[in-house]
């Protein structure tokens, strides 16, 4: 079979097209309203007991904290009140010994003595003058509540939310494991090591990075708009959007609540979208997609993240190139003599080549790929030498990696579109016209390497989007989507101003 003829027919086995996106769609729908009313379903729909979300005008000075891997951030927000924001950071590696301790109190006064020593270094004259006003004993530690720092704890780690400050630790993923730690509120854990190094700190909130992404973009976005929906489409995918509280029918059916604030109507749902549809009823398939399933430690699960994020495109393309370089019949990286070649050599692949390895093409390779416009797709041929141990390919074999990769990740565009456009019809701002363009933007946060980075992947979500009847061309036009920096560090402390609210109203309550 011709080259091209082979890439052409391998790549329309990932076309996504019009019909199938409506009908993950409805599908989507469906599934949003089963996870909003029950545990243990495909979309987990996660309450955050975050009931508001900002507009720009806060002001005040906010900390926040990240552990989501190997290193440690410790960040003060200074929020200005109009849409901006100053941010000082700290970050420190978290010593291996620490990732595996014996004791949860090893790891977690590491984390408070961190704070500290932020706090000394930046906020020295405030944490000095809050040191020799603790006999006020305003409170049990001894600091007025306007002298405490709200924090927001970012913890990325599969936690079971019970409150906005409370979550009690599944299990360690990234190479920690403190097993001391599992079952125990990690919140809790972080206060206990903070009031022992008598800190004017308060942990006010649990925060998921994906709804930090939702707060950031709302504090900053332009208009009275608020953010609906705050999207991760980087080395993983996942959502969190806002929803009608009545909605949430499940929180009242949860043994042990925690307060939130009802007045708003409203609750941020983290989607945990990455697991949409592990059934497969409406997700596509291909023989790649199952060899990249099989492949990992989670057969059958995040069966939409494994054909949506960077971290499996690169291995789908990998997959997909080699069936067709293991094919006899196909002359892919094949030339039979150099007077076939443009570069008057034979294609030769490294044995070492990161083809032939799990893994082995990152999805960065993908965007070079997807951006190149050169003569004779000079760029690919380069990247294909450089990266991938392939010399001397030809212009044919340039074109059909390319058609593989804009298939790919067109494919994988068009799948966002099914999750952003199931939100916005869910939602019903679409048919809440105003008489103000500015009030009629659906207003949408994005962060993550594949919507920022990758060539034509917001191109696409758009062209999905206007492919869905309930949205169409008028609705799409209303769509503003922007990226949103650092959720897990301005978000953070935003999330941390709410709850310090609901905070706050419940200890007058006591």
């Known amino acids: 079979m011709a080259l091209m003829q082979a890439a052409e027919k391998a790549a329309a086995e990932f076309e996504y097209n019009d019909q199938e996106v409506n009908k993950g769609v409805h599908e989507f729908l469906r599934q949003m309203d089963e996870g909003l009313q029950k545990q243990g379903t495909q979309l987990s729909q996660i309450p955050t007991y975050v009931t508001a979300v900002p507009n720009g005008t806060e002001k005040g000075v906010y900390l926040a904290v990240d552990l989501g891997g190997t290193n440690f951030r410790v960040c003060s927000i200074q929020l200005h009140g109009n849409t901006t924001f100053s941010l000082t950071q700290s970050k420190i590696a978290v010593p291996h010994e620490l990732m595996v301790a014996k004791t949860s109190k090893e790891l977690f006064s590491f984390l408070a003595k961190q704070i500290e020593l932020f706090l000394k270094a930046h ?49 360690w993923t990234k190479g920690f494991d403190v097993k001391d730690a599992i079952g125990k509120d990690v919140c809790a854990l972080l206060q206990e090591e903070i009031d022992l190094l008598h800190l004017p700190v308060k942990v006010a909130a649990l925060v998921n990075d994906t709804v930090g992404t939702l707060m950031a973009r709302s504090y900053t976005s332009p208009g009275k708009t608020g953010t609906l929906l705050g999207a991760i489409f980087g080395t993983g995918t996942n959502g969190a959007y806002v929803e009608k509280l009545d909605k949430v029918t499940k929180l009242t059916k949860q043994a042990n609540n925690a307060a939130y604030d009802a007045s708003t109507g409203e609750m941020i749902v983290n989607t945990e979208w990455g697991s949409f549809d592990n059934d497969m009823k409406v997700l596509p398939n291909t023989a790649y997609d199952e060899k990249v399933d099989k492949g990992t430690p989670n057969p059958g699960i995040q069966m939409f993240e494994k054909r949506v994020s960077g971290m499996f495109l690169g291995e789908i393309l990998r997959q997909t190139i080699l069936a067709l370089v293991e094919d006899p019949k196909i002359q892919l990286f094949k030339d039979e003599n150099s007077g076939s070649n443009d570069q008057h050599s034979t294609t030769n692949i490294a044995e070492n080549s990161p083809l032939y390895k799990q893994w082995g093409i990152d999805t960065s390779f993908l965007s070079i790929v997807e951006a190149d416009t050169s003569s004779g797709l000079r760029g690919t041929r380069q990247v294909l030498d450089k990266d991938m141990g392939i010399s001397a390919a030809s212009i044919e074999d340039a074109e059909a990696v390319k058609l593989l990769v804009s298939a790919i990740g067109r494919r994988s565009a068009r799948l966002s579109a099914v999750a952003i456009g199931a939100i916005i019809i869910a939602s019903g701002r679409l048919s809440n016209s105003t008489s103000s363009a500015e009030d009629d933007v659906v207003d949408i946060g994005v962060d993550g390497s594949m919507v920022e980075f990758y060539p034509g992947f917001e191109d696409h979500i758009r062209g999905a989007l206007k492919a869905i009847p309930e949205i169409g061309l008028k609705g799409e036009q209303r769509v503003r989507i922007g990226i949103a920096k650092d959720g897990s560090g301005v978000g953070a402390a935003l999330i941390a101003l709410v709850a310090g609210k609901v905070l706050d109203e419940g200890e007058e309550e006591d």
């Open 123 to 171: 906020h020295n004259d405030h944490y000095e003058a809050q040191v020799m006003r603790r006999k006020t004993m305003s409170t049990s530690d001894g600091y007025k509540k306007e002298e405490i720092f709200r924090l927001g704890f970012t913890f990325s780690f599969p936690v079971e939310q019970n409150g906005i400050n409370s979550g009690k630790l599944i299990r």
